[in-house]
């Protein structure tokens, strides 16, 4: 029995090392290890052998199988590690080739143009303040004088998700908001921009959702003269210097006296183009002074306090600005021309 463990065991050792493959391994390995193979039926014929002799057979058989099992691991990892050499051979990455470049977006060109205002009104004391979207009736138009029965409601159809919930139709619930919570303790000025919502028909000048920046800035002894020379400054840096302004009488609810603001058209610098419809003057932004009653609403005594606000639309804006000829183009996410403005 000595005799036929120790054949084995050479007869197994020659065989694992003339393999070529991984495969060959295995087949060795089922043949001499596997449960029908010769270790395996020493193993289950030591019955039949003399008391003394199973021991003996028995240890030098565990060391056969051991031996022919190392053997094998062993020439599997050398067969293994040339098989990924090869490997890395065929599958040679040339890392000096150029990669492939990664597209990076860019901000919106409303977004860029929001930003450009914030800073500059940021450089004349303003901070931005933010709100809610959605939006109660009371912030969004009876705190703004605009109660219930009041005809303006009409000019701002807006998308309602319960009676007293609707969508903002402007940026000034934000200026109610903070003059409230304020309660006539200090003094405001800041400006809010953001999205707005009207149940309008969409076409080249019109959007259901639009943008809005709107400034408001109440203390003590504010004059319309204070907000004719922040405005005339805001359009002096952003459309030039040559630029010039003027004031004509309007109606706000909100506001009292009321005025909307033109500049000078800058295609044909006053003379009168198709632009400007042969006036010379292109509508910009509204504004005026503060109403008595939005101040007492907010808890600011309109004896002591006063105070101008003033509303634009970056899209107008950016349309005059860029001559962009259909306000639907910011909306629709055409790449080829959103990509014109990445550097804008």
Not at 95 to 103: E, K
Request: hydrophobic share 35%; charged share 30%.
């Amino acid at each position: 029995m000595k005799e036929k463990l120790t054949a084995l065991q050479n007869e197994a050792l020659e065989q694992v090392e003339q393999a070529q493959s991984l495969a060959d391994v295995e087949k060795v390995r089922v043949a001499y290890l596997g449960k029908k193979g010769p270790i395996t039926e020493v193993l289950r014929g030591m019955g039949k052998l003399a008391p003394e002799e199973r021991p003996v057979v028995g240890e030098l058989a565990n060391k056969v199988r051991e031996s022919i099992a190392d053997a094998i691991e062993t020439e599997k990892r050398i067969l293994e590690e040339a098989a990924l050499n090869e490997q890395l051979k065929t599958e040679t990455i040339d890392v000096t080739l150029p990669g492939r470049p990664v597209q990076v977006g860019g901000p919106h060109l409303l977004t860029q143009l929001i930003e450009e205002i914030e800073d500059l009104f940021i450089g004349m004391g303003f901070e931005v303040r933010e709100g809610p979207e959605v939006e109660t009736d009371y912030y969004n138009f009876e705190a703004l004088n605009i109660p219930k029965d009041h005809p303006a409601r009409d000019m701002q159809d807006s998308f309602y998700i319960t009676e007293e919930l609707l969508m903002r139709t402007h940026t000034s619930p934000v200026q109610a908001r903070t003059m409230g919570e304020y309660q006539g303790s200090k003094p405001v000025k800041m400006i809010c921009p953001g999205k707005v919502y009207r149940r309008d028909s969409d076409d080249a000048t019109h959007s259901h959702q639009f943008t809005q920046v709107e400034g408001l800035y109440v203390d003590k002894n504010v004059r319309m003269s204070d907000l004719k020379g922040v405005l005339n400054q805001f359009a002096k840096q952003f459309f030039g210097p040559e630029r010039e302004i003027r004031l004509r009488p309007s109606f706000f609810p909100f506001t009292e006296p009321s005025v909307e603001m033109d500049i000078s058209c800058k295609v044909c610098q006053g003379n009168g183009c198709s632009v400007c419809k042969q006036t010379g003057w292109i509508e910009i932004l509204g504004g005026g002074m503060v109403h008595p009653k939005v101040l007492e609403m907010a808890g600011y005594d309109p004896e002591v306090y006063s105070g101008f606000a003033f509303g634009m639309g970056p899209d107008r804006i950016a349309m005059l600005k860029y001559g962009v000829d259909d306000i639907r183009h910011f909306y629709t996410n055409d790449r080829r021309f959103l990509e014109q403005y990445h550097e804008a």
